[in-house]
């Protein structure tokens, strides 16, 4: 299982960011994505997530209303667009499959199997 988040950067207070997350190498229709981010000193935070199919989406508080996440099967890909960011959301990011997750579990990083590699997210003031 292969996942690798992208798309990272160093941006101004209010600008937006789209992030990717590749997948390889397993079932990825059958699997629930979800986005984590942790900054430093900080616990990690799960802050969006996405069924199998798309069919639900949870957003942590913190980035309702800011952030969309969506996935597109036959590219295997799931996005996480982020507007109006804030230096409280400097952190990196990574994505996390799982087969089944639901709105008990989706935003505990313990519920994740499979984790990628993670892409930076600095915005400055």
């Known amino acids: 299982v292969q996942l690798q988040a992208s798309g990272g950067g160093l941006v101004q207070s209010g600008s937006s960011l789209r992030l990717s997350c590749a997948a390889a190498?397993?079932?990825?229709?059958?699997?629930?994505i979800a986005w984590f981010r942790q900054a430093p000193g900080k616990e990690r935070e799960g802050i969006s997530c996405i069924t199998h199919n798309g069919g639900t989406v949870w957003y942590a508080d913190s980035v309702k209303g800011r952030f969309t996440i969506s996935r597109e099967n036959a590219k295997k890909r799931v996005y996480l667009q982020m507007s109006n960011l804030s230096p409280e959301d400097t952190a990196q990011y990574y994505c996390a499959a799982e087969w089944r997750v639901d709105d008990r579990t989706w935003f505990r990083d313990i519920q994740y199997e499979y984790w990628g590699e993670g892409t930076q997210v600095t915005v400055s003031s």
């Open positions: 190498d397993f079932n990825f229709d059958d699997y629930a």
